[in-house]
């Protein structure tokens, strides 16, 4: 069966934006020593405050046990602090200690700023009609059921860097 050409471009160019949020989450891991899953979990944490992993794994976008996991690896850098809510034990709050703010004050943008001042020279519509294009993209792939830190963590699986 013969392949469509637009759908060959579209799977052509993925790989080249694969590649390039791998370079990126590379960099990012080099300069912060964070990963970008973990850099977007301390982003959510500042965003939000005190927050329950629930919370954090929806503004997120990743699932509850990479979260986990994730907080993990940041309580035991002294990142962040979780306690249990007083009014119910089974909830935990994360929070940022003051280690956590510096780290992400310092850390680098997780886009690249090329792209980003590239986009924001796009229209509103513009800006609107390729976010739409690469949100179809990703629901005719099934990508909606799938951790958004798998991709986000890709270079992990040949370079040691920290979760």
């Known amino acids: 069966m013969p392949q469509n050409a637009e759908a060959t471009r579209i799977f052509k160019a993925l790989r080249r934006i694969v590649r390039a949020i791998d370079l990126r989450s590379r960099e990012v891991a080099r300069t912060a020593g964070l990963t970008i899953p973990q850099i977007v979990v301390l982003q ?5 405050g005190d927050v329950t992993t ?3 794994s929806v503004q997120a976008d990743l699932s509850a046990a990479t979260v ?3 907080l993990d690896r940041l309580e035991e850098r002294g990142l ?3 306690e249990r ?17 510096t780290v992400l004050e310092r850390a680098p943008a ?3 700023e090329e792209f980003e001042a590239r986009f924001a020279r796009k229209d ?7 976010a739409s294009a690469i949100e179809e993209i990703a629901a005719l792939m099934d990508a909606h059921r799938l951790d958004a830190a798998a991709i986000l963590t890709m270079g ?5 860097t920290p979760e």
């Open 54 to 56: 629930k919370a954090l």
């Open 68 to 70: 986990v996991t994730i």
């Open 110 to 112: 997780l886009l690249d």
């Open 124 to 130: 509103s519509a513009a800006q609107q009609s390729l």
């Open 156 to 160: 992990e699986m040949t370079a040691k």
């Open 80 to 82: 962040v602090a979780r």
């Open 44 to 48: 959510a944490i500042r965003d939000l």
């Open 85 to 101: 809510s007083a009014t119910d034990r089974r909830i935990v709050h994360a929070r940022l200690t003051e280690e956590g703010r």
